[in-house]
C-alpha cells in the first residue's frame, strides 16, 4: 500500500502565512507614495499572524516550516518599514538600522536554537528559564502589548510623514501615538537583545554537549 504523504505547504496556516508574504509585498511597493493603501495591506498582513496560529492549533497542523514563515514574514515587514522609514527620516538612519539589526539578528538566533532544539514552535519556552522571557510568551496580553505598541510606534511615524491627524493635547494625533508608544518599541528592542543572549546560552550549552559526546565516543 503506497503511503500517502502531507504536502506542509497546503496546510491552512502555511497558506494564511503566503498570503501573509504578498501583503506585505505589496505594501511595500506601495509604501512610499499611497500611505493609506500600503497601511491597509501592512497591517493585514500583521493581524493574520494571529489568525495563522490559531488555525495552525485548530487543524493540528504545526510545522516548522510555518514557526519560520511566521517569523520571517515579521522579521521581514518590520525591516521594509524601518527602510522606508530611513527614506522618509534620514537623520534617524543609524537607529532604525540598529532597530533593524537587533531585530533580524537577535530573532533569527533565537529561532535556530529553538530549531536546534528540537522544538515545533518558538513560543515553547522553558518554564524554568529567563523569568522575563517566561512572562511574554506566556502571557497573551503582554505579548500583545508589546507586538502592538512595536507595531504602533514605527506605524505612527509612518502615517505622520503624511498626515498630522486631528490635533490632541497641542500635538497631532500620530505623533502623539508615536510619542506614548516609544517607550514600548525601546523594551521591545531590549527584549530582542535578551533573545539573542538567551539564544547564545542555549547555542553555547549543545554546543558543550555535542562535545562531549563527541569525545566520549572517540575515547571508546
Not at 42 to 47: I, N, W
Not at 80 to 101: C, I, R
Request: contains cysteine; glycine residues 6%; neutral net charge.
Amino acid at each position: 500500500m503506497t503511503e500517502q504523504r502531507e504536502n506542509i505547504f497546503l496546510f491552512v496556516p502555511n497558506i494564511i502565512g503566503f498570503g501573509r508574504v504578498i501583503l506585505a509585498i505589496i505594501s511595500f511597493y506601495y509604501m512610499p507614495t499611497h500611505c493609506v493603501f500600503a497601511c491597509t495591506c501592512y497591517v493585514t498582513s500583521a493581524l493574520l499572524d494571529a489568525f495563522d496560529g490559531h488555525a495552525a492549533r485548530y487543524f493540528n497542523q504545526s510545522t516548522k516550516f510555518g514557526g519560520m514563515l511566521d517569523q520571517l514574514t515579521d522579521r521581514a515587514g518590520t525591516a521594509g518599514l524601518m527602510m522606508t522609514l530611513a527614506t522618509f527620516y534620514p537623520q534617524y538612519t543609524f537607529w532604525f538600522q540598529m532597530s533593524m539589526a537587533i531585530d533580524i539578528t537577535c530573532h533569527w538566533l533565537y529561532l535556530h536554537t529553538v530549531t536546534l532544539q528540537g522544538k515545533v514552535s518558538h513560543k515553547f519556552i522553558d518554564m524554568s528559564g529567563n523569568p522575563i522571557m517566561r512572562l511574554y510568551y506566556t502571557n497573551k496580553n503582554v505579548l500583545f502589548f508589546m507586538c502592538a505598541g512595536n507595531e504602533a510606534f514605527y506605524a505612527a511615524l509612518y502615517v505622520m510623514y503624511f498626515y498630522t491627524g486631528p490635533t490632541v493635547l497641542g500635538i497631532g494625533l500620530f505623533k502623539l501615538i508615536a510619542l506614548i508608544s516609544m517607550p514600548v518599541a525601546v523594551v521591545k528592542a531590549g527584549i530582542s537583545v535578551l533573545h539573542g543572549i538567551v539564544a547564545s546560552l542555549n547555542i553555547a550549552t549543545i554546543d558543550v554537549n555535542e562535545r562531549a559526546a563527541l569525545a566520549q565516543k572517540q575515547e571508546n
